[in-house]
């Protein structure tokens, strides 16, 4: 019990439930047990009413009603891993509460799930806050399979996230990041600390902004975006309490906490989403009506002009439309924000790294920019083979998404000889999987050379194809914004360690840099990165 999520045990020992809803709670686990015990019956008697008599994936003992629930720590995706290598599985079929939960390990299953069945586990299960926050789940990434899905990124893959449009915002990512630079300037000329998470946090959020937006967003919307996507994020990742007791919740026994507060946030959303519609709306009706929608070049084009340019095509509502820009905000932000911090504390830690990376950015834009003045172009990137090998591997040793979004079994199947019912949940460990010594050598360790040419993952890509480094999943429902993330992680790494060195505050050191982490849909650290600048001589 003492394990269980914060939030479940509060509303438990809430003192109004406790002494109002005893007798009541009491006897609707009684009868809640009784039927989840008659429910598991029937389906283990279906499957062995089957040809092939196949078990089904190993679990570990459970307590009524709660199940598996008590395992889980406010880290799922360790408790997840530390489960796996108790009992020796690379797949567990848990209980949390009423929800039906298979657990893969490894890349020979996540290849069973993502390729070998992708037909079978390509749809989402449902998500109370995503039904709230993204308009009945009709986004890209939570909504389930069928024709709206499949409509919807293709629209996406095809208009928004395209190689073309992504090359398109070059110059406003180059523009971004010399605004970031003439700050942390200012800060070194001062000999000032700065709190490196929160530029990089602004960084993508101006820059998603303009992609979604536009240049004139105004920066009264976009703090108010960042804090809405703060405030939002770790209820879609999270564990939320009414999923795994429906029955208790429909009777009103747990309070509904998390759909309240997802329906405010929905409310705040729509004064935001709607208003930037409107506002494009307003302009783009006499462009259309002159003809001159389609003269715009790629880079004048927001997301929300391309959106009203073709929702007639796509059928698009108003509400399809805010669900598709609040994917793009969610993963357009805080992932990439956060797998950039990660990689700084990472060269922090290990000045060798952080030196072998300098001369690298250093001598491969020098000497068409001055060093201290301008900045690293994209064009520059072309041969910094060690940058990207230091970010993949900063994406391999700190997955900022650790568990892939949850993925739905359509119909039962089998996997390694085992059994796979329709309707359960699936969560693919992708953290576990990286940091698995049996498939990566030094696991643990963060050694950027493994992906050069000759190193032992020279020839392993983070975009799907290999299962062993998952972090954009694979499949059908891979992520689609790949290209926009790693073109804005690329050039603003580049700059910052090519302008600057950096140290820590007087008093502290790299090894003291605290990695207590907050589990959402996208992981963070709870304490603020604070590093002092120097201007490279």
């Not at 041969?383 to 993949?392: E, S």
Request: charged fraction near 25%; include cysteine; charge should be neutral.
């Amino acid at each position: 019990m003492a394990n269980l999520p914060q939030q479940f045990m509060r509303e438990l020992t809430a003192p109004r439930a406790w002494f109002l809803l005893l007798l009541p709670l009491f006897l609707l686990l009684v009868r809640y047990s009784v039927s989840s015990k008659r429910a598991r019956k029937r389906q283990q008697q279906q499957l062995d009413e089957d040809d092939d008599h196949l078990p089904l994936p190993p679990s570990p003992p459970a307590l009524p009603v709660f199940g598996h629930l008590h395992l889980i720590g406010s880290l799922p995706h360790v408790s997840l891993r530390n489960l796996a290598k108790k009992h020796g599985s690379d797949l567990m079929l848990l209980r949390l509460g009423a929800m039906p939960v298979l657990v893969v390990s490894s890349p020979r299953a996540a290849e069973a799930v993502l390729r070998t069945h992708d037909h079978v586990f390509a749809s989402r299960p449902r998500s109370v806050v995503a039904e709230v926050v993204l308009y009945g789940s009709s986004d890209i990434g939570f909504a389930p399979y069928g024709d709206h899905w499949r409509k919807a990124r293709k629209l996406v893959t095809t208009h928004l996230l395209t190689v073309r449009r992504v090359q398109s915002f070059r110059h406003a990512r180059e523009e971004e990041v010399s605004t970031v630079m003439a700050q942390i300037a200012e800060a070194a000329a001062a000999g000032a600390a700065v709190d490196v998470g929160e530029l990089l946090g602004s960084f993508m959020n101006d820059l998603a902004c303009r992609a979604v937006m536009g240049k004139s967003s105004g920066r009264g919307r976009t703090k108010l975006l960042r804090e809405l996507v703060a405030d939002t994020s770790p209820l879609l990742g999270g564990f939320n309490v009414e999923e795994f007791f429906p029955l208790l919740a429909r009777f009103g026994v747990l309070s509904k906490v998390v759909r309240a507060k997802s329906e405010r946030l929905r409310k705040r959303w729509d004064e935001l989403l709607d208003g930037l519609i409107d506002d494009h709306e307003s302009m783009y009706e006499p462009m259309a009506a002159a003809s001159s929608a389609s003269d715009l070049k790629d880079e004048d084009e927001d997301f929300i002009h391309t959106l009203l340019s073709v929702r007639q095509e796509y059928g698009l509502t108003r509400e399809s439309m805010k669900a598709i820009l609040l994917d793009v905000f969610f993963g357009g932000i805080d992932t990439a924000a956060s797998l950039l911090e990660y990689t700084v504390i990472e060269l922090i830690q290990r000045p060798h790294v952080m030196k072998k990376l300098q001369a690298e950015v250093r001598s491969s834009s020098l000497p068409q920019h001055q060093q201290g003045q301008d900045i690293v172009r994209e064009a520059d990137l072309n041969n910094m083979a060690y940058l990207r090998a230091v970010i993949k591997e900063a994406i391999r040793l700190r997955t900022v998404t650790p568990l892939l979004a949850p993925h739905l079994s359509m119909a039962r199947c089998t996997i390694d000889g085992l059994a796979v019912p329709a309707g359960v949940r699936v969560l693919i460990n992708v953290w576990a999987i990286a940091r698995d010594a049996r498939f990566w050598e030094d696991a643990e360790e963060f050694v950027p050379e493994r992906f050069l040419d000759g190193g032992s993952a020279a020839e392993v890509s983070f975009r799907g194809t290999d299962f062993q480094f998952l972090p954009f999943s694979a499949g059908r429902r891979q992520c689609p914004g790949i290209n926009f993330g790693m073109a804005a992680v690329e050039v603003m790494l580049a700059n910052l360690v090519r302008r600057f060195d950096w140290e820590m505050p007087a008093g502290k050191a790299a090894r003291d840099i605290d990695m207590a982490e907050e589990f959402g849909l996208v992981v963070h650290r709870k304490e603020k990165l604070l590093l002092v600048p120097k201007l490279c001589a």
